[in-house]
């Protein structure tokens, strides 16, 4: 169960739509699905030497009421920062997500 003072950050649940543009190419969009608090925690961060350029990928633990819809195709902004989702877990009977994301910087 998530206590009411853990949920300390405003996240944005972002969705994806397709569009076609003039060309008649698939572009992808990015709208806003939902706002909640949650509780947003770095879990690790591993850095990679990848062609001469250096790649860092972040992990964060977001805990939020639950949403319903959300799925591994929305993305979660969260202090200007674009966190994907990889794992998604619902928990306590549908009361409450929790989020494994991970952020390429």
Same mark, same amino acid.
Not at 75 to 95: F, K
């Given at each position: &169960?998530?206590?009411?003072?853990?949920?300390?950050?405003? #996240?944005?649940? &972002?969705?994806?739509?397709?569009?076609?543009?003039?060309?008649?190419?698939?572009?992808?969009?990015?709208?806003?699905?939902?706002?909640?608090?949650?509780?947003?925690?770095?879990?690790?961060?591993?850095?990679?030497?990848?062609?001469?350029?250096?790649?860092?990928?972040?992990?964060?633990? #977001?805990? &939020?009421?639950?949403?319903?819809?959300?799925?591994?195709? &929305?993305?979660?902004?969260?202090?200007?920062?674009?966190?994907?989702?990889?794992?998604?877990?619902?928990?306590?009977?549908?009361?409450?997500?929790?989020?494994?994301?991970?952020?390429?910087?």
């Amino acid at each position: &169960m998530i206590r009411p003072g853990e949920l300390r950050e405003r #996240v944005t649940v &972002m969705s994806s739509t397709q569009t076609r543009n003039a060309l008649g190419e698939t572009v992808l969009s990015w709208s806003e699905y939902a706002t909640r608090w949650a509780s947003v925690e770095g879990v690790s961060a591993r850095e990679a030497l990848l062609n001469d350029q250096q790649d860092v990928n972040v992990t964060h633990r #977001v805990k &939020m009421r639950y949403v319903t819809g959300l799925n591994q195709n &929305m993305r979660i902004h969260w202090r200007g920062r674009t966190l994907e989702i990889t794992s998604l877990l619902e928990h306590a009977n549908r009361s409450e997500h929790e989020l494994i994301c991970s952020e390429s910087v």
